[in-house]
T-cell receptor, first 113, second 113 residues
Framework: AQSVTQLGSHVSVSEGALVLLRCNYS??????LFWYVQYPNQGLQLLLKYTSAATLVKGINGFEAEFKKSETSFHLTKPSAHMSDAAEYFCAVATGANSKLTFGKGITLSVRP | DVKVTQSSRYLVKRTGEKVFLECVQDMDHENMFWYRQDPGLGLRLIYF???????EKGDIPEGYSVSREKKERFSLILESASTNQTSMYLCAGQGKPSGNTIYFGEGSWLTVV
Protein backbone atom coordinates (compact mmCIF):
# COMPACT_ATOMS: atom_id res chain seq x y z
CA ALA A 1 0.00 0.00 0.00
CA GLN A 2 1.11 3.54 -0.67
CA SER A 3 0.66 6.62 1.48
CA VAL A 4 1.67 10.24 1.75
CA THR A 5 2.27 12.35 4.84
CA GLN A 6 2.16 16.11 4.76
CA LEU A 7 2.98 17.34 8.24
CA GLY A 8 1.05 20.35 9.45
CA SER A 9 -1.92 21.94 7.77
CA HIS A 10 -0.77 25.51 7.37
CA VAL A 11 2.48 27.31 6.50
CA SER A 12 2.89 31.08 6.55
CA VAL A 13 5.82 32.90 4.94
CA SER A 14 6.68 36.48 4.10
CA GLU A 15 6.74 37.64 0.52
CA GLY A 16 10.22 37.01 -0.85
CA ALA A 17 11.04 34.29 1.68
CA LEU A 18 11.84 30.68 0.97
CA VAL A 19 8.90 28.32 0.62
CA LEU A 20 9.36 24.77 1.92
CA LEU A 21 6.46 22.34 1.94
CA ARG A 22 7.25 18.86 3.21
CA CYS A 23 6.08 15.54 1.84
CA ASN A 24 7.06 12.03 2.89
CA TYR A 25 5.82 8.96 1.12
CA SER A 26 5.55 5.25 1.67
CA UNK A 27 5.65 2.84 -1.24
CA UNK A 28 6.70 -0.76 -1.71
CA UNK A 29 7.89 -0.09 -5.26
CA UNK A 30 9.69 2.84 -6.90
CA UNK A 31 7.14 5.62 -6.76
CA UNK A 32 5.83 8.26 -9.07
CA LEU A 33 5.42 11.49 -7.08
CA PHE A 34 3.37 14.58 -7.76
CA TRP A 35 2.68 18.03 -6.39
CA TYR A 36 -0.62 19.71 -7.18
CA VAL A 37 -1.80 23.23 -6.34
CA GLN A 38 -5.35 24.33 -5.71
CA TYR A 39 -6.32 27.99 -5.83
CA PRO A 40 -9.54 29.05 -4.09
CA ASN A 41 -12.70 27.67 -5.65
CA GLN A 42 -10.80 25.80 -8.35
CA GLY A 43 -9.77 22.25 -9.12
CA LEU A 44 -6.25 20.89 -8.66
CA GLN A 45 -3.51 21.82 -11.12
CA LEU A 46 -0.32 19.82 -11.67
CA LEU A 47 2.79 21.66 -10.42
CA LEU A 48 5.37 18.99 -11.12
CA LYS A 49 5.91 15.25 -11.38
CA TYR A 50 8.76 12.85 -10.56
CA THR A 51 9.13 9.79 -12.77
CA SER A 52 12.69 8.65 -11.97
CA ALA A 53 14.32 10.55 -14.84
CA ALA A 54 15.98 13.10 -12.52
CA THR A 55 15.87 13.56 -8.76
CA LEU A 56 15.45 17.34 -8.99
CA VAL A 57 12.23 18.21 -10.74
CA LYS A 58 11.34 21.70 -11.90
CA GLY A 59 7.74 22.71 -12.19
CA ILE A 60 5.63 25.69 -13.05
CA ASN A 61 5.69 29.06 -11.28
CA GLY A 62 9.29 28.63 -10.07
CA PHE A 63 8.63 25.60 -7.86
CA GLU A 64 10.88 22.59 -7.70
CA ALA A 65 11.04 19.38 -5.69
CA GLU A 66 13.82 16.93 -4.90
CA PHE A 67 13.32 13.19 -4.63
CA LYS A 68 15.37 11.69 -1.79
CA LYS A 69 14.98 7.94 -1.65
CA SER A 70 16.96 7.54 1.57
CA GLU A 71 14.61 9.95 3.33
CA THR A 72 11.46 8.86 1.42
CA SER A 73 10.83 12.53 0.86
CA PHE A 74 9.71 14.80 -1.97
CA HIS A 75 9.72 18.30 -0.49
CA LEU A 76 8.51 21.27 -2.54
CA THR A 77 10.51 24.50 -2.55
CA LYS A 78 10.50 27.94 -4.10
CA PRO A 79 13.32 30.42 -3.44
CA SER A 80 11.14 33.50 -3.18
CA ALA A 81 7.46 33.49 -2.30
CA HIS A 82 4.98 35.65 -4.16
CA MET A 83 1.57 36.71 -3.00
CA SER A 84 0.04 34.72 -5.86
CA ASP A 85 1.51 31.49 -4.39
CA ALA A 86 -1.10 31.52 -1.63
CA ALA A 87 -3.04 28.30 -2.20
CA GLU A 88 -3.43 24.73 -0.99
CA TYR A 89 -0.75 22.25 -2.01
CA PHE A 90 -1.17 18.50 -2.27
CA CYS A 91 1.49 15.82 -2.55
CA ALA A 92 0.52 12.52 -4.18
CA VAL A 93 2.09 9.11 -4.88
CA ALA A 94 1.42 6.44 -7.49
CA THR A 95 3.03 3.04 -7.87
CA GLY A 96 2.73 2.47 -11.56
CA ALA A 97 2.30 4.03 -14.95
CA ASN A 98 -1.43 3.41 -14.89
CA SER A 99 -2.22 3.37 -11.20
CA LYS A 100 -4.41 5.66 -9.16
CA LEU A 101 -2.90 8.40 -7.03
CA THR A 102 -3.00 8.58 -3.26
CA PHE A 103 -3.07 12.15 -1.95
CA GLY A 104 -1.87 13.74 1.25
CA LYS A 105 -4.19 15.90 3.31
CA GLY A 106 -2.81 19.11 1.82
CA ILE A 107 -1.04 22.16 3.20
CA THR A 108 -2.36 25.71 3.00
CA LEU A 109 0.32 28.26 2.15
CA SER A 110 -0.23 31.87 3.22
CA VAL A 111 2.04 34.66 2.03
CA ARG A 112 2.35 37.79 4.18
CA PRO A 113 3.09 41.14 2.54
CA ASP B 1 -4.80 21.40 -23.08
CA VAL B 2 -6.53 18.60 -21.27
CA LYS B 3 -10.07 19.45 -20.39
CA VAL B 4 -12.17 17.86 -17.68
CA THR B 5 -15.52 19.56 -17.40
CA GLN B 6 -17.93 19.26 -14.51
CA SER B 7 -21.39 20.37 -15.53
CA SER B 8 -22.41 22.09 -12.30
CA ARG B 9 -20.17 24.30 -10.15
CA TYR B 10 -22.68 24.98 -7.38
CA LEU B 11 -25.73 22.95 -6.40
CA VAL B 12 -28.16 23.10 -3.51
CA LYS B 13 -30.30 19.99 -2.99
CA ARG B 14 -32.74 18.81 -0.38
CA THR B 15 -32.23 15.82 1.88
CA GLY B 16 -33.49 12.67 0.21
CA GLU B 17 -33.19 13.98 -3.35
CA LYS B 18 -31.39 11.98 -6.03
CA VAL B 19 -28.40 13.98 -7.26
CA PHE B 20 -26.40 13.58 -10.46
CA LEU B 21 -22.96 15.10 -10.89
CA GLU B 22 -21.75 14.94 -14.47
CA CYS B 23 -18.19 14.93 -15.74
CA VAL B 24 -16.84 14.92 -19.29
CA GLN B 25 -13.23 14.65 -20.46
CA ASP B 26 -11.86 15.37 -23.91
CA MET B 27 -8.51 13.51 -23.83
CA ASP B 28 -9.74 9.98 -24.53
CA HIS B 29 -8.62 9.00 -21.03
CA GLU B 30 -9.27 5.43 -20.04
CA ASN B 31 -9.42 6.14 -16.32
CA MET B 32 -11.76 8.48 -14.55
CA PHE B 33 -12.18 9.28 -10.87
CA TRP B 34 -14.52 10.95 -8.43
CA TYR B 35 -13.02 12.48 -5.28
CA ARG B 36 -14.57 14.26 -2.39
CA GLN B 37 -12.67 17.10 -0.69
CA ASP B 38 -13.33 18.20 2.88
CA PRO B 39 -11.31 20.56 5.11
CA GLY B 40 -8.65 18.69 7.06
CA LEU B 41 -9.35 15.42 5.25
CA GLY B 42 -7.77 16.13 1.89
CA LEU B 43 -9.03 14.24 -1.16
CA ARG B 44 -10.80 10.95 -0.64
CA LEU B 45 -11.52 8.62 -3.54
CA ILE B 46 -15.17 7.67 -3.93
CA TYR B 47 -15.22 5.60 -7.13
CA PHE B 48 -13.09 5.12 -10.20
CA UNK B 49 -13.42 3.52 -13.60
CA UNK B 50 -10.82 1.97 -15.87
CA UNK B 51 -13.11 1.51 -18.84
CA UNK B 52 -16.61 1.92 -20.13
CA UNK B 53 -19.18 0.16 -17.96
CA UNK B 54 -16.49 -0.71 -15.41
CA UNK B 55 -16.35 0.73 -11.92
CA GLU B 56 -14.35 0.15 -8.78
CA LYS B 57 -15.04 1.29 -5.24
CA GLY B 58 -12.64 3.75 -3.74
CA ASP B 59 -12.13 4.53 -0.09
CA ILE B 60 -15.57 6.01 0.70
CA PRO B 61 -18.18 4.56 -1.71
CA GLU B 62 -21.07 4.36 0.77
CA GLY B 63 -24.04 6.46 -0.28
CA TYR B 64 -22.75 6.90 -3.83
CA SER B 65 -22.91 5.12 -7.15
CA VAL B 66 -21.43 5.86 -10.58
CA SER B 67 -22.20 5.37 -14.22
CA ARG B 68 -19.89 5.20 -17.21
CA GLU B 69 -21.85 4.46 -20.37
CA LYS B 70 -19.43 6.32 -22.65
CA LYS B 71 -15.67 6.67 -22.38
CA GLU B 72 -15.73 10.42 -22.07
CA ARG B 73 -18.46 10.69 -19.43
CA PHE B 74 -18.41 9.62 -15.78
CA SER B 75 -21.37 10.41 -13.56
CA LEU B 76 -21.55 10.40 -9.78
CA ILE B 77 -24.95 9.62 -8.28
CA LEU B 78 -26.16 10.31 -4.78
CA GLU B 79 -29.17 8.01 -4.47
CA SER B 80 -30.64 9.85 -1.49
CA ALA B 81 -28.70 12.94 -0.55
CA SER B 82 -27.89 13.56 3.10
CA THR B 83 -26.47 16.59 4.87
CA ASN B 84 -23.17 14.79 5.52
CA GLN B 85 -22.65 14.66 1.77
CA THR B 86 -22.31 18.43 1.63
CA SER B 87 -18.86 18.78 0.14
CA MET B 88 -16.69 19.70 -2.83
CA TYR B 89 -16.66 16.95 -5.48
CA LEU B 90 -13.80 16.67 -7.94
CA CYS B 91 -13.77 14.64 -11.13
CA ALA B 92 -10.49 13.63 -12.77
CA GLY B 93 -9.19 11.85 -15.88
CA GLN B 94 -6.03 9.81 -16.38
CA GLY B 95 -4.50 7.88 -19.26
CA LYS B 96 -2.78 8.14 -22.62
CA PRO B 97 -0.98 10.29 -23.60
CA SER B 98 -0.46 11.79 -20.15
CA GLY B 99 0.50 8.54 -18.43
CA ASN B 100 -0.45 8.47 -14.78
CA THR B 101 -0.88 12.23 -14.41
CA ILE B 102 -4.37 13.03 -13.22
CA TYR B 103 -6.20 16.06 -14.62
CA PHE B 104 -8.95 17.58 -12.54
CA GLY B 105 -12.13 19.43 -13.29
CA GLU B 106 -13.00 22.69 -11.57
CA GLY B 107 -15.05 20.98 -8.89
CA SER B 108 -18.71 20.92 -7.90
CA TRP B 109 -19.81 22.45 -4.61
CA LEU B 110 -22.79 20.52 -3.32
CA THR B 111 -24.85 21.72 -0.39
CA VAL B 112 -27.54 19.40 0.97
CA VAL B 113 -30.12 21.12 3.15
Amino acid sequence: AQSVTQLGSHVSVSEGALVLLRCNYSSSVPPYLFWYVQYPNQGLQLLLKYTSAATLVKGINGFEAEFKKSETSFHLTKPSAHMSDAAEYFCAVATGANSKLTFGKGITLSVRP
Amino acid sequence: DVKVTQSSRYLVKRTGEKVFLECVQDMDHENMFWYRQDPGLGLRLIYFSYDVKMKEKGDIPEGYSVSREKKERFSLILESASTNQTSMYLCAGQGKPSGNTIYFGEGSWLTVV
